[in-house]
């Protein structure tokens, strides 16, 4: 499978800490994208990340992509209640014919605490 | 702006019926994908189109399932007939342009549960 596989797979923490995830994959890219899921709602778009750069920063999340370990990492800095969701890598297939789709990994399950 | 649409949100139905999910992508998206996610098989692509026209459909499970997309700004996913393991959250989503190298932009789903 080229799914990503995102690590851990629950993860729970207190409110005002940092949260880390991470997510491998198995082929080459041109890019890896997070996504973050409400219980009971669709996927939202966080971050994409193309595979020359090496780090991204959004507000209170920071990515950063190793393409030679085909690893990436999200950051959530000094989390909150409402950032408890799943939160899924997803990325293309760069030699891949099927142009457009990506492959999701299972996600990490993010719990923070009051 | 809206979103993708999705309809109906929640659907109920007994075994062997027919099922139609239905979706409105995001005006000027020219990508529309289709997903099913379950617990044990967590987010599956079943098919996608890129104006209008289907491009990968190898992850639909059977015969039983179809999808179309007769114009730009709609698209149904049927399922007949039906069975208890359909039952699970079928999400449609769309993006514009080099579909890879941009987000994709999901509905809230459907709930289907097939008794």
């Known amino acids: 499978s080229q799914q990503g596989e995102e690590d851990p797979q629950a993860l729970s923490i207190q409110e005002g800490e940092n949260a880390t995830m991470n997510c491998s994959y198995k082929?080459?890219?041109?890019?890896l994208q997070w996504y973050r899921q409400n219980s009971g709602r669709g996927l939202v778009h966080l971050i994409l990340i193309r595979s020359n750069e090496r780090e991204k920063h959004s507000g209170r999340l920071r990515v950063t992509l190793d393409t030679s370990k085909k690893s990436s990492s999200l950051l959530i800095t000094a989390s909150r209640a409402a950032d408890t969701a799943s939160y899924f890598c997803?990325?293309?297939?760069?030699?891949?014919?099927?142009?457009?789709?990506?492959?999701f990994g299972r996600g990490t399950q993010l719990t923070v605490w009051p | 702006d809206a979103g993708v649409i999705q309809s109906p949100r929640h659907e109920v139905t007994e075994m062997g019926q027919e099922v139609t999910l239905r979706c409105k992508p995001i005006?000027?998206?020219?990508?529309l994908f289709w997903y099913r996610q379950t617990m044990m098989r967590g987010l599956e692509l079943l098919i996608y189109?890129?104006?209008?026209?289907?491009?990968?459909d190898s992850g639909m499970p059977e015969d039983r399932f179809s999808a179309k997309m007769p114009n730009a700004s709609f698209s149904t996913l049927k399922i007949q007939p039906s069975e208890p393991r359909d039952s699970a959250v079928y999400f449609c989503a769309s993006n514009a342009g080099q579909g890879f190298n941009q987000p994709q932009h999901f509905g809230d789903g459907t709930r289907l549960s097939i008794l």
């Open positions: 005006s000027g998206h020219d990508y």
């Open positions: 997803a990325t293309d297939n760069q030699r891949g014919s099927t142009l457009g789709r990506l492959y």
């Open positions: 189109f890129n104006n209008n026209v289907p491009i990968d």
């Open positions: 082929t080459s890219i041109n890019n």
